[in-house]
């Protein structure tokens, strides 16, 4: 027997404690569920977890797929073999390449049946590579390469060097449900990945103003938050005709305040919907600073118009080039890089409010004597869009 496995490490701090297996159980199934189109087997040791049996002709996919789930810390991939001691010296050559370099061998034993204990299988199986690797020196304290055997109780051990990083976080569905805002600029989707990653299962909102804003950049919404659910998992997208509400903002209120009052009102929305889809939460991809509508004052005004959830702006002490940096690498960058036009640049004022005020923003909104009902029509004409989660 030997065959290719994928090691699995999972985060230390959250799984301690009396929520250690409700945590588990979430992060296993959503493990599984990135699998379910594979046939393998899971497997679980005391403090990590192995993927078996599988097409070797998959490892790169299922170490892509694993890479995406929440939870999870690390993986390297092993080999796994009986316990024997000629099959260790093999399996272990195998990840000693053929270059000049430190290294050692570091046993974890516990089979406690075998007539040998860690530090001498570890001598022996080292003195072994020694003897094949000319330009190989042991190095027990900082060694360049080192070589990992893990000896299970029940006659098999895995082999691995080398561990690569996975998304760290929680498991999502942990943390509750958030309801997104998204746009489909850059920040947003970054803002929902960072907290799908703190465990929140994902829902979001869409203000769309067609026909002034294109069936494409509604697409395109669609395609981002398709991404997004290869890390959070299925998202009910909600797409709000927001058209009307923008031509009353344009021809009743202050040119400046436009801006002010259409975030107010999104949020305003955006929080109905929550409350009707049982999310604890709003999440936006504000940073601050950024634009006229992020200065302080701004956030201010808008949270105003919030009744009673938290507002989560997880990019509001990030740079543009950090926000940017994390779209490249979660796949979102070059969808958010179309130059499709959103609600937020029809009908833009020139100068808008840098410093607005409650009491102004309030009076202005006032002056769309039907918003409610615009809002209320708004919500009945929303578009259902559930985008179930790509691999
Ligand atoms: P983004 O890159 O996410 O579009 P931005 O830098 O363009 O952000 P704004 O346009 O001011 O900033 O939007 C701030 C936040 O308001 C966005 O991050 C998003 O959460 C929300 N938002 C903006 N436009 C829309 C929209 N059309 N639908 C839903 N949410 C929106
Ligand atoms: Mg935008």
Do not use: W
């Not at 089979?111 to 003195?127: M, P, Q, R, T, Y």
């Not at 958010?336 to 640049?345: A, F, G, I, K, R």
């Not at 202005?364 to 985008?387: F, S």
């Amino acid at each position: 027997m030997k065959s290719k496995v994928i090691l699995l490490r999972y985060g230390e701090i959250f799984l301690k404690g009396r929520n250690k297996s409700y945590f588990e159980k979430l992060l296993i199934d959503n493990i599984k569920a990135k699998l379910s189109d594979i046939e393998c087997e899971f497997v679980r040791t005391q403090n990590r977890y192995y993927i078996e049996n599988y097409d070797e002709s998959l490892t790169d996919e299922i170490v892509s797929r694993m890479k995406k789930v929440f939870g999870l810390h690390s993986l390297s991939i092993a080999t796994k073999i009986r316990t024997d001691y000629d099959l260790l010296n093999e399996a272990a050559l195998e990840y000693a390449p053929d270059i000049n370099t430190t290294f050692r061998v570091t046993v974890n034993r516990a089979d406690k049946s075998l007539d040998k204990n860690s530090a001498e299988i570890g001598a022996d199986v080292g003195a072994y590579i020694l003897q094949r690797r000319g330009g190989y020196k042991v190095d027990l304290r900082r060694p360049a390469l080192e070589i990992k055997i893990d000896i299970r109780e029940k006659g098999y051990s895995y082999v691995f060097s080398g561990v690569e990083e996975c998304a760290g976080g929680m498991p999502v569905g942990c943390s509750g449900k958030g309801m997104l805002l998204l746009s489909g600029g850059f920040d947003s989707s970054v803002a929902g990945y960072r907290m799908a990653r703190r465990g929140m299962q994902i829902c979001a909102v869409h203000y769309h103003s067609f026909p002034y804003t294109s069936e494409q950049a509604k697409q395109k919404v669609i395609d981002l938050a398709e991404i997004l659910t290869g890390y959070a998992g299925d998202i009910k997208l909600f797409v709000v005709p927001f058209t009307e509400i923008q031509f009353a903002i344009h021809e009743k209120c202050r040119a400046d305040y436009m801006i002010t009052i259409m975030r107010r009102i999104m949020i305003d929305i955006a929080e109905r919907l929550a409350l009707d889809n049982g999310a604890g939460a709003l999440i936006t991809g504000e940073s601050l600073g950024q634009v006229a509508s992020q200065t302080l004052q701004s956030l201010t005004v808008t949270n105003e118009a919030v009744g009673d959830l938290p507002v989560f702006r997880p990019l509001i002490g990030m740079d543009k080039y950090e926000i940017m940096k994390t779209a490249e690498e979660i796949g979102t960058y070059k969808l958010s890089e179309l130059p499709y036009q959103d609600c937020c640049t029809v009908f833009l004022p020139k100068n808008p409010v840098i410093k607005p005020s409650v009491e102004i923003a309030k009076k202005e909104q006032a002056r769309i004597e039907d918003l409610e009902t615009l809002i209320e029509t708004a919500i009945k004409n929303v578009e259902v869009i559930e985008i179930k989660a790509i691999k």
